[in-house]
């Protein structure tokens, strides 16, 4: 892999305590390690009135309607800043994805920006596919190695993000910031990506997630399977954050989901995802549906060393937030109990 020697072995070293771990993990009792904390959410707009709400199943089913809405291609000239370098500006109609596999002609990712410019040689960049991450891998760029991103929306704030790069899905308004970080940050950003695979391969190229809370309810080791609700976006097949919650419907353990279609969300423009605005699983506390005078559902999800701000926490929506085989995730009800 071309990060620093420190890096490698790091890398190496996790993967090797991760196979001791969970093999361990199938004969001997563990620790319930500590959910993350409610993290503190900075003001933001509220949002637009939604322009269509679907409450699932109907008639049964837990599949969105044919006629369902479908995003917009991104369009307007975009810009990334890189530290030391400057800001750049793109066309995204020019962009062509990395990620076939992953994403619909038309649709691409943050990384899919970075590689884009690089390819024009606007700056010297060297990545490569790394099948162990499942991930592209900025090699060098400048010259310079352990490069990370941040990404800022209007009506956001600056992201810390810990997921991949080539599935953080590019929509119109968005800024992409790369800098420099310590080795020791992006070996343990790779090691969770590794750790990933590795649970994946350990329940047989299922994803299996250790635990998943939604308010007061703790459900462990959920299988999750795709329900592909944004093939707009994204390939058939390809599991989201929402599929968590569409396959714990599956097994009976959610009665009801509401979801909503945003066209925007406040400042931001375009939004063109669905908010879930219940999650009805009997549990008697958070089971309403969300409003501006009750409250709402956000969640988190990905490996609890960047739990919250550190990383897991962004505001990619969860029906195209990609998950491979996360360590958690958690769905926070932010406001009183609904009735």
Known sequence: MSVSVTARRSIVTSLFLSAVLLAAGACTPTATPAPPTTPSYPAVSPPSAPSQSYFLPQKGSYELPSNSPTARRPSSQGTITIEGLGEFAFDPSE?????????????????????????????????????????????????????????????????????????????????????????????????????????????????????????????????????????DVLQPGTITALDVLLSLADQKKINQLKLSWYASMGDLEPFDSYVVEQIDDGDGVYDGEASPTVGGWVFETGALEFSGFKGSHTRVAADVRVILSPEYMTWYWLGAPTP
């Open 95 to 231: 962009i062509r994805t990395t990620r076939p596999d992953i994403f619909t002609e038309g649709h691409f990712s943050v990384f899919d920006v970075v590689a884009h410019l690089g390819n024009r040689e606007w700056y010297q960049l060297i990545y490569h596919y790394n099948p162990c991450l499942d991930t592209y891998i900025i090699d060098e760029l400048d010259g310079r190695m352990n490069w990370w991103y941040r990404i800022y929306t209007p009506g956001g704030w600056s992201e810390i993000s810990a997921s991949r790069m080539d599935t953080v899905p590019y929509r119109d308004s968005m800024i992409i910031k790369l800098s420099t970080h310590p080795e020791e940050y992006i070996g343990d950003i790779y090691n969770s990506f590794a750790e990933e695979l590795l649970r994946r391969s350990v329940n047989l190229g299922r994803v299996v997630i250790p635990e998943v809370r939604i308010g007061t309810v703790v459900h462990k080791n959920v299988p999750v399977s795709a329900h592909d609700c944004r093939e």
